[in-house]
């Protein structure tokens, strides 16, 4: 069993899940690129932690369970777990708490298969990093293993998230080259939520 301690952590009201440091995307604004402390606290797993694992962390963290909201994050992305971010998901919503996923909507492209259906009975929030107006904006600042293919995956990752997940939220960071406004009417096209999230820790390019 892994002893680790930063598998869940907390900011503000909420409860955050750290469930792998590994990520199909190499973003420019990563905060795992950050020269400071990034959030403030050591996120680096020495190893990723199985379900039953990241349910007891759940279970001994104080304050459980009264969160508004648990939300599956990182460093890392967590749908490279679809298995875990599902079994554990579904242990939340057993006990009435809601659960959001933050994710680079990648996860379609990389497992071969519609894994939205498996975790969406459990996920009441689904925020999905868009990042760019266009794939080749988004292949420069995102740097994804699966090349061109993966903005528009990501697209129909929203799309299907869209038809069974009640909220569903495209965002984008404040960063040269990504524009706002595009951005926000491609959200709206897809008829999901926008929202500009703020950087966090300091940037050796920036
Ligand atoms: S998708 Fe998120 S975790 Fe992955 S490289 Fe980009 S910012 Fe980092």
């Not at 299907?160 to 990504?178: M, S, Y």
């Amino acid at each position: 069993m892994s002893n680790n301690m930063n598998i869940t952590y907390r900011l503000g009201e909420r409860m955050y899940l750290n469930i792998t440091n590994r990520c199909t995307n190499r973003c420019l604004f990563c905060i795992r690129n950050t020269v400071d402390d990034g959030l403030g606290v050591d996120l680096w797993l020495p190893q990723e932690p199985d379900a039953a694992e990241v349910i007891q962390a759940i279970q001994s963290a104080e304050g459980f369970p009264e969160f508004p909201e648990i939300v599956f994050c990182g460093y890392g992305e967590p749908l490279l777990r679809p298995d875990v971010v599902t079994e554990v998901a579904r242990f939340l919503k057993e006990r009435n708490l809601k659960v959001r996923l933050n994710t680079n909507g990648q996860a379609n492209l990389i497992h071969g298969r519609n894994v939205v259906s498996e975790f969406a009975p459990y996920v009441e929030a689904v925020s999905i990093s868009l990042n760019a107006q266009d794939a080749d904006t988004y292949t420069e600042l995102c740097r994804p293993i699966g090349g061109k293919d993966a903005y528009q995956a990501v697209l129909e990752f929203a799309v299907e998230c869209q038809r069974v997940i009640p909220r569903v939220t495209l965002t984008i960071v404040d960063w040269p080259g990504i524009d706002a406004q595009l951005c926000r009417q491609k959200a709206q096209s897809l008829g999901a939520d926008f929202r500009v999230r703020s950087l966090t820790g300091k940037f050796e390019n920036r």
